[in-house]
């Protein structure tokens, strides 16, 4: 069985402020797949969550999934015989350094309306679309690539479709030099916890911007570690995450392929800062 969502959610926050904005779109795009053995897959352009279900009755399931990041949701859902839809009632949970996030949502879902998955245009970009892109640059010193990261982008709710985008990027290495990793969505250039973020897009173009004076763990970079002070003639070898104070990410869509280039400053662990430049090109990902 496969299922859709036929409403827009509705959430209480319980803990926390964040997560409510791209939780709700990530509900509006995702499909439920309920397999015949009991897994279940929530997923979408930018998102995974995988878990369980079982028959509480014939017409209640319970559910609960976990994604790689460790969000979990878990809950009910009730089937309307007469209208052919579910009710959900489900609790979203995350930790992170930004706190504990809790919230509950309602949902309606349904089989597949016509044309779902068909996807749309928002400034003459595609989504929701997922690509592979490597990235060649350097910072810190340091030259780096090509490396390869995953890209997605997908809706978000918006007044203005200029500023209806999600972008998410990252790899699966956060000490490797190069990583660059951005999780903040915004709408219309909304404030965020520890910044604020836009991205906008027209005539195939995307622009993702941050300002975070303090640092925002939502856009980090991957350096090399500099040597502390006083101690110039020994380098520390590795590699530092950074947390991004400033940050551009230009990238041009064309048909299955995109191409760009990145810029950022951030904080350094033991003070002062640090550059990242970067240009990367890739192609989209069946599915």
Do not use: C, K
């Not at 990530?26 to 995974?48: C, I, K, M, Q």
């Amino acid at each position: 069985m496969e299922l859709y969502s036929r409403a827009e959610p509705a959430l209480t926050v319980r803990a926390g402020t964040r997560h409510t904005e791209r939780l709700a779109a990530r509900l509006r795009e995702a499909r439920w797949h309920f397999a015949p053995d009991g897994r279940l897959d929530v997923t979408g352009p930018s998102f995974a969550y995988a878990g369980r279900y079982r028959a509480a009755d014939p017409q209640t399931l319970m559910f609960s999934v976990i994604s790689d990041s460790g969000a979990t949701m878990a809950g009910r859902l009730a089937a309307d015989p007469a209208g052919g839809t579910w009710s959900a009632e489900l609790t979203y949970h995350a930790s992170g350094d930004t706190g504990d996030h809790t919230v509950d949502v309602r949902h309606r879902l349904g089989p597949p309306p016509p044309g779902a998955g068909a996807g749309q245009e928002i400034g003459g970009i595609r989504v929701p679309a997922a690509y592979r892109v490597a990235l060649t640059g350097h910072t810190g010193g340091a030259a780096f690539g090509p490396i390869e990261l995953d890209l997605s982008v997908a809706r978000l709710p918006a007044p203005d479709p200029r500023f209806a985008l999600d972008l998410t990027i990252g790899g699966e290495d956060l000490f490797r030099i190069g990583e660059l990793t951005w999780i903040a969505s915004a709408i219309g250039g909304d404030a965020g916890d520890g910044g604020r973020y836009s991205v906008t897009a027209a005539g195939g173009e995307l622009v993702a911007r941050a300002d975070a004076p303090a640092g925002t763990l939502a856009v980090t970079f991957t350096t090399r570690n500099p040597a502390p002070p006083g101690l110039s003639a020994f380098p520390v070898l590795g590699a530092t995450p950074v947390y991004a104070t400033t940050a551009v990410i230009r990238l041009r869509f064309a048909g299955s392929r995109v191409t760009g280039e990145a810029t950022a400053t951030g904080l350094l662990p033991l003070g002062g800062t640090t550059r990242y430049e970067a240009t990367l090109s890739g192609t989209a990902t069946p599915g």
